[in-house]
T-cell receptor, first 111, second 115 residues
Framework: RKEVEQDPGPFNVPEGATVAFNCTYSNSASQSFFWYRQDCRKEPKLLMSVYSSGNEDGRFTAQLNRASQYISLLIRDSKLSDSATYLCVVGDSGGYQKVTFGIGTKLQVIP | DAGVTQSPTHLIKTRGQQVTLRCSPKSGHDTVSWYQQALGQGPQFIFQYYEEEERQRGNFPDRFSGHQFPNYSSELNVNALLLGDSALYLC??????????????FGPGTRLTVL
């Protein structure tokens, strides 16, 4: 089983739609969780950290379910500019915080 | 405030050669990690440097080695290049002692092609 699993997609959604991505992780001792966005042939950029209480940033909402070991990202009112690959990232409990990336989920928002 | 910088941007090598990639962390950051990202895959952790020592290592052979300098910049060296080493090599930095110690910032990457 992979340490971090994501559906690679692609998810093709119309503008204005709501789309949700899930990610599961295998290490129950994982301590930190993130969503990164990566545009084609560019570096990953931090979209948001994910907290146990859930967190929201504008149209983006992230949730963490420790019991089931999954993380979700919800994007409301999708924009064309949201088209990208969304990477789920999980950090371990070690002092140096090694992180593991998922394969990424590709989102294509269509007009 | 300069972000993470990497050089070179692109590199073409042949099998068996050696390559050195360079990274300068974001200002105020003391920890550098290197990742390999093959086409269609997520970044794979190679290793992490803090206080000029390798602190964590992913599942990569000894052909991959690195170094961190007193100014926190870092190098990634790959010996005896294989075709499968062709990838985007990403450097990420963070401040291990800071309040946002677990947030990494990535450089633009070096795209290595091995022929």
């Amino acid at each position: 089983r992979k340490e971090v699993e994501q559906d690679p997609g692609p998810f093709n959604v119309p503008e204005g739609a709501t789309v949700a991505f899930n990610c599961t992780y295998s290490n129950s001792a994982s301590q930190s969780f993130f969503w990164y966005r990566q545009d084609c042939r560019k570096e990953p950029k931090l979209l948001m950290s994910v907290y146990s209480s859930g967190n929201e940033d504008g149209r983006f909402t992230a949730q963490l379910n420790r019991a089931s070991q999954y993380i979700s990202l919800l994007i409301r009112d999708s924009k064309l500019s949201d088209s990208a690959t969304y990477l789920c990232v999980v950090g371990d409990s070690g002092g140096y915080q090694k992180v593991t990336f998922g394969i990424g989920t590709k989102l294509q928002v269509i007009p | 405030d300069a972000g993470v910088t990497q050089s070179p941007t692109h590199l073409i090598k042949t099998r068996g050669q050696q390559v050195t990639l360079r990274c300068s962390p974001k200002s105020g950051h003391d920890t550098v990690s290197w990742y390999q990202q093959a086409l269609g895959q997520g970044p794979q952790f190679i290793f992490q440097y803090y206080e000029e020592e390798e602190r964590q290592r992913g599942n990569f052979p000894d052909r991959f080695s690195g170094h961190q300098f007193p100014n926190y910049s870092s190098e990634l060296n790959v010996n005896a290049l294989l075709l499968g080493d062709s990838a985007l090599y990403l450097c990420a930095s963070r401040n291990l002692e800071g309040a946002t110690y677990n947030e990494q910032f990535f450089g633009p990457g070096t795209r290595l092609t091995v022929l």
